[in-house]
């Protein structure tokens, strides 16, 4: 059978007349705030951030004036990067402070996300097994954490934890009748498990804060599972663990994912806890990536050296957010 | 959507990226300071950070330049101490800044590309020497250069907080001083106080980062040693006269007086623990009297300074250049802005007005005697024991990173050390090459 293509007269595309057009003024005009308020805080910064990454900037220091880039802030290439590789016992100061950074943070973030799903899931699960009014109180209480200023938090777990003055020290000082002043916070030599005292004592700061999120993401997961899938299981005579284990675990896998992702990038993005909690201190052991790029470019004026870090921050967040993407994606939906 | 629909968006991104983008841009600074006629109308922008008695004694003095000189308009602007950094950081390479600005001594060679240099009809370099304490001026002489006055003489060690309630009741008598650390140790660890072998109270806290990194440096020049080459280009840490004053805080914290795990920046920082009445005495500036006199008044009745003993024949000690007052090299009218820091700083009656309404020692050496000393004192007697110390004390140096050699090398290193986590020799070591660093 022979195709003939029929020719259809051009439509003339009028970009400010006709109906088509008022509907493409609305789209631009409730459009535009954003993408400007987009374009000048978050693109622009970024950006920004990417180009310092290739210069030596300061701004002490006079550039040209284009963007102050060059004659006193100049272009270094992939400099800052490849200084980031010296391992050396001589390396200048910020590219140790770089390596201690990166390995505390590492440390927190993998030790942060297993723990607050391990914690999160299993009470979500129990949250959701309690009927009437407690069900609304426990999830208010758990989540009432997380409304709190980061910064409050970090006062008052510092509070609780101060060698002299600390809850901690006194409940201690009670139960054993010795006056006990343990330096959580500040003793380089407390350590657990090769994990620093301090790095642990921020860790459960930070899960104190943050479960209660994860807490809200679980329990709106298992609510969207269907009883009759679990009624099922039930029929065919699955224990209440089986059930969570072979049912309910696997359909909250995309959630799983999700709570994952989001708690990797927010671990890997914590500095309140770690700058008010302990500055970085004892000895470089709670210095976070984003503590030293904050001190790296606003203390010290070092923008080009803080920007590259900042790169690899969040070449660091995509990567690790790619391969939780991988592992965890589930085929198919219910 | 269209793709032009796409296109049009990108360019109106762009654009707006690019806007903002250019300003950034900085334009040539230093091209376009000026003079004015004298009786021509002027308005004069002033610089300061935020600190209530500091703006408040400064626009008194600036309401009689006002009155002696009715062409003069004066606009103060302040900002809050981190914003005012970044703020003077951004604005003077970008050529934006006010005509007068208020500087702390020690920054200000690092903006020496964007000031105007002291007129000679205001003061030569040899007057403001003889007319300023050494450390105070130090910090405005650039390349023998002045850029600007000093206001106060900011001053950390020399002398100890003592509260002398705690001395009385464990018997100690601090009013005659000690001749010898010997003396001042056994007088520390008699105002020390120990529960289960954890100290509750102790005798004297110098671990905080401003204390131990002073009194390092201190201990150095007093032991007749130099932490920075004649030409100031390099540091030389690692020499005998740096381990003794090592090991001299090292000994106090064998002794038990203090345990830098329990006090140190973190934990017990000085002025908390001292006014909290966890530190018997503390090593920390003047300042911090008035600053915590509001909420601890019977703390700061009982408390007195002691000068603390030295290690060679003078109490020499390193000090920071204090707050003081600069003019832009981009003020329109450059001549008007000197007559006004000339009028604040270099008369000596109104520099005396701006530190009795601030609590400030003088910056001017006239001011630290005779009638003007005394009434300070009367104003503010926890000044007394400080007042014979002022002409010993040394410009900290130009440093080409005070801050990062402060807080990231000195302190932590030094710290380790009386922690128990780093040899003296590494120590050391490490705080000479990272120092050397900074000159990079």
């Given at each position: 059978m022979a195709s003939a293509t029929i020719e259809q007269p051009r439509r003339k595309r009028r970009w400010f007349g006709g109906r088509e057009g008022a509907q493409r003024r609305f789209v631009s005009i409730v459009l535009s705030p954003a993408l400007a308020y987009m374009a000048v805080f978050l693109v622009l910064p970024i950006g920004w951030a990417f180009v310092l990454a290739f210069f030596d900037f300061s701004p002490r220091r006079t550039g040209s004036p284009?963007?102050?880039?060059?004659?006193?802030?100049p272009f270094v290439g992939l400099e800052h990067f490849a200084r980031?590789?010296?391992?050396?016992?001589?390396?200048p100061l910020e590219v140790r402070q770089f390596h201690t950074a990166l390995k505390v943070t590492l440390l927190f973030a993998f030790i942060v996300v297993p723990l607050n799903l391990v914690i999160t899931l299993p009470l979500a699960s129990m949250v959701e097994s309690v009927r009437g009014r407690w069900k609304v109180l426990y999830r208010t209480v758990f989540f009432l954490p997380v409304l709190t200023s980061a910064v409050g938090v970090a006062i008052i777990w510092g509070f609780v934890l101060h060698p002299q003055r600390g809850l901690l020290n006194g409940l201690i000082s009670r139960a054993t009748g010795k006056v006990t002043a343990i330096a959580w916070t500040t003793d380089p030599d407390l350590v657990f498990l090769g994990v620093p005292i301090a790095l642990v004592a921020i860790i459960v700061a930070y899960l104190w804060q943050d479960i209660g999120y994860n807490l809200v993401i679980f329990i709106a997961a298992l609510q969207a599972i269907p009883d009759s899938v679990k009624d099922a299981a039930r029929v065919d005579g699955a224990s209440a663990w089986q059930t969570f284990r072979y049912i309910t675990l696997p359909l909250l896998k995309p959630t799983i994912l999700l709570a994952s992702v989001l708690t990797m990038i927010s671990a890997f993005q914590v500095f309140d806890l770690f700058q008010v909690m302990t500055n970085g201190g004892p000895d470089d052991q709670t210095r976070a990536l984003s503590l030293d790029i904050y001190e790296s470019a606003f203390r010290y004026q070092r923008m080009g050296w803080a920007a590259a870090v900042s790169v690899v921050l969040f070449l660091l967040v995509f990567t690790i957010s790619i391969v939780q993407s991988r592992f965890l994606r589930a085929n198919w939906e219910y | 959507m269209t793709r032009r629909f796409r296109r049009w968006q990108a360019l109106g991104v762009a654009l707006l990226m690019l806007g903002s983008a250019c300003t950034f841009g900085a334009d040539e600074p230093g091209d376009s300071g000026g003079s004015v006629a004298a009786d021509e109308p002027v308005t004069l922008r002033v610089w300061t950070h935020q600190n209530k008695s500091f703006n408040q004694g400064l626009k008194d003095l600036g309401a009689g330049f006002e009155a002696a000189n009715p062409n003069v308009t004066l606009k103060f602007e302040t900002f809050d101490y981190d914003s005012y950094i970044q703020t003077l950081q951004t604005a003077l390479p970008a050529g934006?800044?006010?005509?007068v600005l208020q500087m702390f001594g020690t920054w200000t060679c690092s903006y020496a590309d964007n000031l105007a240099p002291v007129p000679a009809d205001v003061s030569g370099l040899a007057d403001a020497q003889s007319a300023f304490f050494e450390a105070p001026i130090g910090g405005y002489t650039c390349d023998d250069t002045l850029y600007g006055f000093p206001q106060e003489f900011n001053i950390e060690y020399g002398a100890t907080l003592v509260n002398t309630d705690i001395a009385d009741a464990a018997g100690v008598d601090t009013s005659a001083g000690w001749a010898t650390w010997d003396e001042f140790m056994a007088d520390a660890k008699a105002l020390t106080e120990t529960q289960d072998d954890v100290i509750t109270r102790t005798g004297y806290h110098f671990t905080s980062a401003d204390a131990l990194v002073y009194s390092f440096f201190s201990l150095i020049l007093q032991g007749g040693g130099q932490f920075l080459a004649d030409d100031g280009a390099s540091f030389t840490i690692d020499t005998p006269e740096a381990r003794e004053a090592v090991a001299l805080m090292q000994s106090m914290v064998d002794e038990g007086i203090i345990d830098p795990e329990l006090f140190n920046d973190t934990a017990n920082w000085v002025g908390d623990c001292y006014f909290e009445e966890a530190c018997s005495m503390g090593l920390i500036g003047p300042w911090v009297v008035p600053e915590y006199s509001a909420d601890f008044p019977e703390v700061a009745d009982a408390t007195k300074y002691v000068a603390l003993p030295t290690l060679g024949e003078t109490p020499d000690f390193v000090a920071d250049s204090g707050w003081g007052l600069t003019v832009s090299?981009?003020?329109?009218?450059t001549n008007v802005a000197w007559d006004f820091v000339e009028f604040v700083t270099l008369d000596p009656e109104n520099a005396a007005a701006w530190n009795t309404a601030t609590g400030t020692l003088p910056a001017l050496r006239s001011n630290g005697e005779g009638a003007t000393q005394e009434q300070l004192i009367a104003d503010y007697p926890h000044f007394e024991a400080w007042f014979p110390l002022l002409q010993y004390g040394q410009y900290v140096g130009n440093l080409p990173d005070r801050d990062l050699l402060w807080y990231e090398i000195a302190y932590p290193h030094l710290l380790g050390v009386l922690q128990g986590t780093e040899s003296v020799d590494d120590a050391l070591a490490a705080m000479e090459s990272e120092a050397n660093d900074t000159f990079r």
């Open positions: 284009f963007l102050g880039l060059g004659l006193d802030n980031m590789f010296d391992f050396s016992k001589t390396a | 934006t800044e006010a005509d090299a981009n003020s329109p009218a």
